[in-house]
């Protein structure tokens, strides 16, 4: 079967909302965005907003200690220098820390000891020749951007990295005193991740992990009992709780955190599954006491009731889930038997039997989905997954960081897009300062560095509250100097405060971050026993000139997300069709090699994943972007996630088992996939679409399933990778189906594991 032309693909995105007519053909899709009409009051608010939940106290007196210890020990030795580079270093270190578990969090301090500690080393060594930093600050400058399609985490770290660069080039030193200097600043990284450590024993994911097993228990619950139709449907306020408390990991797009959105979807769709078969049941009963086929439906309750106690009892106790695989068994049991069953005399039994097979089907695969993802949610699922990828190749590991830097070295690439313009300005600006004579000029390229981000929105937020606060920190600064006893001591007790307070609050709002690390890096300059009145003066003149430089290079080429967001979509769905159609290939032609093609298509995969995830971090910061819109895009990446993972997971399959030809079903079932990806491309790109003339991928998986492959070592791990592949489609296609505003009908998206089900006639 060849997939239709791209002529419907081709077709550009309108900015209107995507509308459905009378006939239920969808047309005229975008993105719900929101409507921006008051969008500079939007970015005003964004300005001034105080976001009371991002209130750490903990956080900034661990901090806190980590700077201010260095110093007071310096002060005390008589070696104030010394001191400040460590103080240095472990407030760099600082803006890395976060509440991720030990192993997570102490990973990722000591990346950026490391890195500020090469940092130190690298500026100090070439500052002196203008040429050779400027040079090594652009190539720094690129790295930190290519970071973006990483995660923010990587960002943050190549954003604190660069800015350590550009300010210890001021500082020229030998090569002696240069490593000197890098040491003693990651050793303030080591002692600032020890206090981390040390102080805050916090698990995350912990109240997440908790919320979905009360929610699965619930589930279990309802299983077991009859459907009330005059009741809400089962769970609903469990799935209330969930949604808000999963709320919190809309920007997380970690694998864990992925994980858990997706178990939030399969509880959705197990809900709705739930209560259609319930529904049958009660028909059937109804119909005719006693049948052999109400009774079969009755066992399948009952399991699925252990099923999902299994994985409710795993995520609250935080453990591996307890004979979930058995009852999954019995399931597909119970399934064959009620395909064995003889059709029923009356016309109305034979269709509830159908229904009710159909629903069977469609629930088994959400739960065998929802139990995979739960073995991987608790923490020793964590481990034996994280152990699992590191024995795979790295270009088929899901996360892989060097095959998405690899993906992301392109011009298509919003990362590289980025890094290129953060490399020139950066650059600009210090030559600019460097060429002008400037007082402390390395306060330019390090606010071009601070202020420039992937998105206009944050970056003229950023640019607008770094001035402002800059302004309103020198005026502290000089009112604190006036006020101020004379000694060393009151400064260092002076620069704990606004540690502590740039810390605690400024995460809440990044103009009172910016005001308080003005005050009190004018202070760590003033312990050097440099005028107070000459660093407020250079900072002012600097800041104000790398800020305009930063703002006036996005005001030249700004990007509003929201036109870009839908057309990310689909080349992501574009690639990951490419890269199923690759793999289904090597599975047809066992005797071609094909590793060339899969390392092509792969990459453009990973690259069109990692476009979308930065498109959809820079919609949330746009003025006007609406919660739901935001809501839906993290369902669509979550399923979009776990389906890639089955692909790779089906390329795997591969390399660890001997060549077998394909049969027929197979061919059918990947020919489906592929048409799904496609119609669901053009769709978002403004095609009209048939919701129910989407391939039924269960049933092509159930004949793939019943065709004797299974007896091949190759194909029986096929069937469990195919599974995958079909519950997280059909999950993707509801969400995109609901996205683009279609009207879908909910029991046929409970049918197919969450998308529509329905052969056209």
Same mark, same amino acid.
């Given at each position: 079967m060849s997939v239709p032309p791209q002529d419907l693909s081709s077709q550009k995105l309108s900015s209107q909302e995507l509308s459905t007519s009378s006939s239920g053909i969808l047309s005229a899709p975008a993105p719900p965005a929101g409507k921006p009409a008051s969008g500079w009051t939007a970015f005003w608010r964004s300005l001034v907003r105080?976001?009371?939940?991002?209130?750490?106290?903990?956080?900034?007196?661990?901090? #806190?200690?980590?700077?201010?210890?260095?110093?007071? !020990?310096?002060?005390? #030795?008589?070696?104030?220098?010394?001191?400040?580079?460590?103080?240095?270093?472990?407030?760099?270190?600082?803006?890395?820390?976060?509440?991720?578990?030990?192993?997570?969090? /102490?990973?990722?301090?000591?990346?950026?000891?490391?890195? !500020?500690?090469?940092?130190?080393?690298?500026?100090?060594?070439?500052?002196?020749?203008?040429?050779?930093?400027?040079?090594?600050?652009?190539?720094?400058? *690129?790295?930190?951007?290519?970071?973006? /399609?990483?995660?923010?985490?990587?960002?943050?770290?190549?954003?604190?990295?660069? !800015? #350590?660069?550009?300010? *210890?080039?001021?500082?020229?030193?030998?090569?002696?005193? /240069?490593?000197? /200097?890098?040491?003693?600043?990651?050793?303030?990284?080591?002692?600032? =991740?020890?206090?981390?450590?040390? *102080?805050?024993?916090? $698990? $995350?994911?912990?109240?997440?992990?908790?919320?979905?097993?009360?929610?699965?228990?619930?589930?279990?619950?309802?299983?077991?009992? &009859?459907?009330? !139709?005059?009741?809400?449907? &089962?769970?609903? =306020?469990?799935? =209330?709780?969930?949604?808000?408390?999963?709320?919190?990991?809309?920007?997380?797009?970690?694998?864990?955190?992925?994980?858990?959105?997706?178990l939030l979807s399969q509880a959705e769709r197990i809900q709705l599954s739930l209560l259609a078969l319930g529904r049958l049941r009660a028909r059937m009963e109804r119909e005719n006491p006693g049948s052999g086929t109400a009774g079969i439906v009755q066992r399948y309750f009952e399991v699925s009731a252990r099923v999902l106690a299994a994985i409710g009892n795993a995520l609250v106790a935080g453990e591996a889930a307890q004979a979930g695989a058995e009852y999954l068994e019995e399931l597909d049991t119970l399934a064959e038997a009620m395909r064995d069953q003889s059709p029923e005399d009356s016309a109305l039994m034979a269709a509830l039997q159908r229904d009710a097979r159909l629903q069977m089907d469609a629930l088994a695969g959400q739960l065998r989905a929802a139990l995979d993802l739960a073995v991987h949610a608790t923490p020793p699922g964590l481990v034996a997954f994280q152990r699992r990828e590191a024995h795979q190749p790295w270009s088929l590991r899901l996360g892989g960081a060097l095959a998405t830097l690899r993906a992301n070295l392109s011009l298509k690439s919003a990362a590289c897009r980025h890094a290129i313009r953060l490399s020139v300005c950066v650059a600009m600006g210090d030559a600019l300062a460097r060429g002008l004579g400037l007082r402390r000029s390395y306060w330019l390229p390090m606010t071009i560095a601070i202020v420039l981000k992937p998105d206009f929105t944050a970056t003229f937020t950023r640019g607008v509250l770094r001035l402002i606060g800059t302004f309103a920190g020198l005026l502290m600064a000089t009112a604190l100097f006036h006020v101020l006893p004379p000694g060393l001591g009151p400064q260092v007790a002076l620069i704990a405060i606004l540690m502590f307070v740039m810390r605690c609050l400024g995460g809440a709002n990044y103009g009172i971050l910016v005001a308080a690390v003005t005050a009190l890096v004018v202070l760590l300059i003033a312990m050097t026993g440099v005028s107070p009145k000459e660093v407020m003066a250079a900072r002012a003149l600097n800041t104000a000139a790398g800020g305009a430089i930063a703002l006036v290079a996005y005001r030249l080429w700004p990007t509003w997300e929201r036109t870009q967001v839908g057309e990310a979509v689909a080349q992501m769905l574009d690639a990951y069709r490419d890269y199923f159609r690759v793999i289904k290939e090597s599975y047809i032609h066992a005797d071609t090699h094909l590793s060339a093609e899969l390392d092509r298509a792969r990459a453009a995969a990973r690259l069109a994943r990692s476009n979308l995830e930065a498109s959809i971090d820079r919609l949330s910061a746009e003025p006007g972007t609406s919660a739901e819109t935001l809501k839906l895009l993290g369902g669509i990446l979550a399923s979009s996630h776990r389906l890639v993972h089955g692909m790779m997971a089906l390329e795997a399959v591969l390399l660890s088992s001997h060549p077998a030809p394909a049969q027929e079903p197979f061919r059918r079932f990947a020919d489906d996939v592929e048409l799904t990806l496609y119609y669901l491309a053009a769709a978002v790109r403004g095609s009209p679409i048939h919701a129910e003339a989407l391939p039924n991928l269960r049933e092509g998986h159930n004949a793939l399933v019943h065709s004797g492959d299974a007896l091949n070592d190759r194909y029986a791990l096929v069937n469990v990778e195919t599974d995958r592949i079909t519950n997280s489609l059909n999950t993707l296609t509801g969400e995109l189906l609901r996205w683009m505003g279609a009207g879908v009908d909910e029991k046929a998206i409970a049918q197919g594991d969450g998308g529509s089900q329905q052969r056209p006639g």
């Open positions: 105080f976001q009371a939940d991002k209130v750490a106290p903990w956080l900034a007196l661990r901090n #806190t200690l980590g700077v201010a210890l260095p110093l007071a !020990v310096g002060v005390a #030795t008589g070696n104030v220098s010394s001191g400040l580079v460590v103080g240095t270093g472990a407030l760099n270190v600082a803006f890395s820390e976060s509440d991720e578990p030990y192993a997570q969090r /102490a990973r990722r301090m000591l990346a950026a000891s490391g890195l !500020v500690g090469l940092a130190v080393f690298a500026g100090s060594l070439t500052g002196a020749s203008p040429v050779i930093a400027v040079a090594i600050a652009a190539a720094w400058a *690129f790295a930190a951007g290519m970071m973006v /399609a990483l995660s923010t985490t990587a960002a943050d770290l190549g954003t604190i990295s660069l !800015v #350590t660069l550009v300010v *210890f080039a001021a500082v020229p030193q030998p090569p002696e005193r /240069a490593m000197f /200097a890098g040491l003693l600043a990651f050793g303030g990284g080591l002692l600032q =991740t020890l206090l981390a450590v040390i *102080f805050w024993p916090l $698990r $995350r994911y912990a109240p997440e992990r908790r919320v979905l097993g009360e929610l699965y228990l619930e589930l279990a619950r309802a299983a077991s009992l &009859p459907v009330q !139709v005059m009741h809400a449907p &089962p769970a609903s =306020t469990q799935i =209330t709780q969930a949604q808000q408390k999963l709320a919190a990991l809309d920007r997380d797009h970690s694998i864990p955190s992925e994980r858990y959105r997706m």
